[in-house]
């Protein structure tokens, strides 16, 4: 699998370059034939026109086979159900789309970091975000008034701090790890937070380190 990822590198640093991918058209009357993407690499920089989707991964047992630029690629079961619907509706034109499950290697650590934290200017520069709610669960739409609400508040003076994030939010975390609820999180405070708090993605950490360390950093400011 880390080849398909090789054949689309990614630079690092400053760089703003992202994967998205195309949903081929399916060019057989099958409906169940598997669904097939290919890779793009675009540059946050040049404004380009994308859509990032936002959504739970799902259970890591339960898996679906897709084909990425050609070769097998196994997908949850929640995003094989929104590729399947996204290629009735997504493939005239092709719509360029940021899911972080395929887009990035969820293998490689100095990658996972970098793109991570990228995630906030990616949802702010796409032209649409779609949410995929699946079966629509309680819990999940409490997650979506939960950062509607975050978000509001970060426009107005009553900016959340990260701490307060992570305590309000903590039992909402639907995530294959819960640090990425944390650093998912970073993008709601403020920029002052961000820069005193020097809290950056890194998968190097354990749950625990990272959770020690948003509690230490939150009663020093």
């Known amino acids: 699998m880390g080849e398909i990822y090789d054949n689309v590198p990614l630079e690092r640093g400053t760089s703003t370059n992202i994967r998205v991918v195309a949903i081929l058209e399916n060019g ?3 409906p169940d034939s598997l669904v097939s993407c290919r ?11 994308f859509s990032a989707l936002s959504f739970t991964w799902g259970d890591t047992r339960d ?4 084909l990425l630029d050609g070769r097998s690629f196994t997908v949850r079961r929640n995003h094989w159900n929104f590729l399947r619907q996204a290629r009735k509706r997504l493939t005239r034109p092709p719509t360029l789309l940021w899911i972080d499950a395929i887009c990035i290697n969820q293998a490689e650590v100095g990658e996972r970091n970098h793109q ?7 949802y702010s520069r796409a032209a649409k975000v779609l949410v995929w709610l699946a079966s629509g669960t309680e819990a999940l739409l409490s997650a979506l008034d939960f950062f509607s609400d975050a978000k509001q508040r970060q426009n107005s003076l009553e900016t959340p701090r990260l701490f307060d994030l992570v305590c309000e939010f903590g039992s909402l975390f639907y995530c294959i790890e819960p640090i990425d609820g944390v650093y998912a999180l970073l993008s ?21 380190e990272l959770f020690d360390e948003v509690y230490s950093m939150h009663h020093r400011l």
Do not use: C, N, R
């Open 28 to 30: 057989e009357s099958d």
């Open 188 to 208: 709601l405070i403020s920029t002052d937070e961000q820069k005193s708090l020097q809290i950056s993605p890194d998968y190097s950490k354990s749950t625990t």
């Open 116 to 122: 991570v934290g990228l995630m906030g200017e990616i």
């Open 39 to 49: 890779f793009h690499t675009i540059a946050l920089d040049d404004a380009p026109v």
């Open 63 to 66: 898996e679906k086979e897709i």
